[in-house]
Structure formats: structure tokens, C-alpha cells
């Protein structure tokens, strides 16, 4: 016998029984796995661990183990920003999908690439499908719906005993038939033979429904699902806490990445994705218990011209664009009439308006900036135009610290827009000074302060 350092027990194959490895005369064998040992003998020997601890670690070692193409096993969250990584497969050939952060997240299926040499069936952007499958996540454990499957429960509960009660009546009548006919039966005159056979067909008809009907009663016993235990209503109001406060707890960013993954474990039992169109992609979630959710993701695309309503985007951008609607004006328009960017997936960005109306060579007089204008204030852009020098220089005098000025909270550097404050920027362009100091808070008494 071999002793198992995990289980205090003996097991034999057959009638050859195993000496403990090293033992004199007998060469040491490698044990046979778990499912082949043909005797156990429990508490043998002193157990290191229970019996009860060791299966559990062997299924959790069973599940954390990546054998993709012998087991499918889900496998243990691993780092990477990819929320499903493990229990993605793919909708085309329905083998496991992997992940692959080359070129930023995505999940690729070549699982037919490397058994027969063929063009890999499908790979997708990971970031897009964690964003949906997160927010059905998040929306399966709010409050309103554990109390909707709490009711939904109770409904289906009711139903069944109602159903039940009613073959049960049903069953009772037929008791009742058959006893009546039996009845009749035994009442009919032996000597009257048409009338006691027909009295006997009945009777035996009677039965035979009665029989179906109990064994239909015993199957619907049989395969109705155990009612689960009540859960204690202080557990259920933390519950319910807990699914008001998960949103907060998953959107901090204190929040591990592994952490978020392992709440999706606990209901999702696998992802199911198939790229449907260029620009989306098809996705079933499977819950635990055997529910699904079916999502439409869409996809980021390369260029402008890869989205399906392209066309019909540029001509509303064109004419708009020829009345003098500014760009951002535009973008919004076309957010609230549906359409896209390539890259954003909700709504249409002011740069894709601009690209496209340059493309086709329509310019407007002006453009709106985002910040206002300032009387007496001048902005980086502004001071080059007025002085016929680059923005660059400006920029690069800033980051230096050879050019101080005031700093608008919202975002922007302020000149003082008077003679002397122009004369400094031109010395300092020339190399006649060596810094300028044009922030107001720091005045000096002949004007602004340079050296």
C-alpha cells in the first residue's frame, strides 16, 4: 500500500497492492490518478488534510488548470486588463478564445489556425465587450432586480403548485371513475355477457388513464427543481445594500482588476462573442443556472469609411457645413441623429466633422473656440498672430520658464495685451533679455519685470 500525503486512506488496483516508493524490492511506481483506484480504504492512516479539504482542492485544481483543448476549463483570473479572460469562446467555431495585447487588448480565436493551418476565425477588441458585459453585469445584481427575481420566484413557485393541485384533482377523479366502474362491474348479471364486457372495457380504460395520470404526477415530482432555503431577511437587505453600492465599488480605482474579474465569475459562467458586421459584434452572456443575455456591441473601426452609415454622414455634414454650422454644432447634431466616429462607439468627435468637410473642400470663415474672449487678455494663439511668430516658440518659452504669465483655470495661458507686455516678447525673441515676467499678482514699479 502507498501512503497519500494528501488523504489518509489506501487504495488497491485489483489484487496488486503498491509498497510505499523506495521500499527494498519493489521498484517505485507513480501512483494511478483518483478516478482509476478500484478499492478505497479510508482513515487508514493520520490524514494531513480531510477528505472533504482534498476534493476540494483537486476541483479547484481541475478548474485552474489551462488544458483548453482536453477539459475547456475556465481557468484562474490572471493580470492583464481583459475582464473575461478564460471564459470567452468563440461563435464561429465554438472553441476557447484567448487574449492577445498586441496592439492594445483583444480576444482572438486560432484555435483552427493551429490544428489545421487555416486564417484565424475571428478577433475582437477586448475593451468595447468588458464595458457591456460590466454593465449587464451590474444591472443583474441592482436591487430592483433581486427583488423582480425574488417575485419572479414566488410566481413560478405559485404556478407549480397550482399545476400540481390540478393533476393531483385529476388523478383523484379518475380514482373515483375507476372505482365506479369497478363497481358496475361487479354489479352486472354474469349471465348478460354483452353488457358485462362493455362494463369490463370501461373499467379497463379507466385504469389505464388513471395509470398515465399517476406516472405524470410522479415524473413532475420527480423533475421539479428543490425549492432553494429562505434566505434571512437581514441577509437579504445587506444584499440589497451591497447591489446599491457595487457601482461605486466597481468604477474606484483602488479596485483590483482581479477583483472585478472574480465578481463576474460568480454569475457569468461564459461569454459567447461573434463579430456580426464590421463595425459590431454579437454577444451572448451564459449566467449560472443556464440564463442568457444577448448584447449588440459595437465596434471601433479604422477610417470614416468603414462605418455603414458613412454616406449618409458625410452628405449631412457637407450641408450643414455649407450654412455655417460650426464643427461642434455639427458633431452634436449627428450624436442625437444616431451616427458615429470611427473610433468612438457613442457619439461623433469635432476632428471627424472637420476631416471630412476638409476632405471636401469646404472651409468657413471662422471656427468657435472653446474659451471665450478676454478684453485685454490675450491668448498663445492670439500673441503669435500679432506678432508673427510661431506658437511654438511661445509654448517653448513657457515650458522653460523664460516666458511667466498668468494661467487661466480654464486651461489656458494669458498675455497682457498692451504695448510694453509685446515689446518684452519681441526682446526676448531677439535674444535682448533673458526672461519676462508679465504675471500681474508680481508688479514692479517700471512696468513689467525682465532681465
Not at 393541485?165 to 358496475?184: G, I, K, P, T
Amino acid at each position: 500500500m502507498l501512503k497519500n500525503p494528501a488523504y489518509a486512506g489506501a487504495f488497491v488496483y485489483g489484487r496488486k497492492r503498491l509498497r510505499p516508493p523506495g521500499a527494498s524490492g519493489h521498484p517505485q511506481k507513480t501512483p494511478r490518478p483518483m478516478p482509476e483506484w478500484r478499492i478505497v480504504v479510508k482513515d487508514k492512516y493520520p490524514a494531513y488534510v480531510s477528505w472533504e479539504t482534498f476534493e476540494k482542492v483537486q476541483a479547484i485544481l481541475r478548474d485552474n488548470r489551462n488544458d483548453y483543448l482536453r477539459i475547456k476549463g475556465r481557468g484562474i483570473p490572471r493580470d492583464g486588463a481583459a475582464l473575461l479572460h478564460g471564459i470567452t469562446w468563440c461563435g464561429e467555431c465554438g472553441h476557447k478564445m484567448f487574449v492577445r495585447y498586441k496592439g492594445g487588448g483583444q480576444y482572438a480565436c486560432n484555435h483552427l489556425r493551429q490544428q489545421h493551418g487555416v486564417p484565424e476565425c475571428q478577433r475582437l477588441p477586448a475593451a468595447p465587450i468588458d464595458r457591456q458585459v460590466a454593465t449587464a453585469f451590474l444591472e443583474a445584481v441592482a436591487p430592483a432586480e433581486i427583488e423582480a427575481l425574488a417575485s419572479a420566484r414566488k410566481m413560478r413557485r405559485r404556478a407549480d403548485e397550482a399545476l400540481c393541485h390540478a393533476q393531483e384533482q385529476q388523478v383523484q377523479r379518475l380514482r373515483y371513475q375507476a372505482s365506479l366502474a369497478e363497481r358496475q362491474f361487479n354489479r352486472v348479471d354474469p349471465d348478460n355477457r354483452l353488457v358485462a364486457a362493455e362494463l369490463e372495457r370501461r373499467w379497463e380504460a379507466t385504469l389505464l388513464e388513471l395509470r398515465e395520470a399517476e406516472e405524470a404526477l410522479q415524473r413532475k415530482t420527480a423533475t421539479s427543481l428543490p425549492e432553494p432555503a429562505g434566505i434571512d431577511r437581514r441577509l437579504q437587505a445587506k444584499v440589497v445594500v451591497l447591489g446599491g453600492r457595487l457601482p461605486a465599488i466597481w468604477a474606484d480605482p483602488a479596485t483590483p482588476c482581479a477583483h472585478r474579474k472574480a465578481l463576474l465569475r460568480c454569475l457569468i459562467d461564459k461569454v459567447v462573442m461573434r463579430r456580426s458586421a464590421r463595425d459590431r459584434a454579437e454577444v451572448r452572456i451564459v449566467w449560472r443556472g443556464g440564463a442568457t443575455t444577448e448584447l449588440t456591441v459595437l465596434m471601433p473601426v479604422n477610417a470614416v469609411a468603414a462605418l455603414p452609415r458613412q454616406q449618409e454622414m458625410e452628405r449631412r455634414i457637407c450641408e450643414l457645413a455649407s450654412k455655417g454650422v460650426y464643427d461642434d454644432e455639427i458633431a452634436r447634431i449627428l450624436t442625437a441623429e444616431g451616427h458615429r466616429s470611427p473610433r468612438r462607439v457613442d457619439e461623433v468627435s469635432p476632428s471627424t466633422v472637420q476631416s471630412v468637410r476638409l476632405r471636401h473642400h469646404i472651409r468657413t470663415a471662422r471656427q468657435r473656440t472653446r474659451w471665450p474672449k478676454l478684453e485685454g487678455r490675450l491668448s498663445v494663439m492670439e500673441l503669435a498672430a500679432r506678432l508673427c511668430i510661431p506658437p511654438k516658440w511661445i509654448y517653448t518659452q513657457l515650458r522653460r520658464g523664460r516666458l511667466l504669465t498668468s494661467y487661466d483655470p480654464a486651461g489656458r495661458y494669458l498675455f497682457p495685451d498692451d504695448e510694453a507686455a509685446m515689446q518684452a516678447v519681441r526682446k526676448l525673441r531677439e535674444h535682448g533679455i533673458d526672461h519676462i515676467e508679465l504675471r500681474e499678482d508680481q508688479p514692479h514699479e517700471e512696468g513689467y519685470r525682465y532681465g
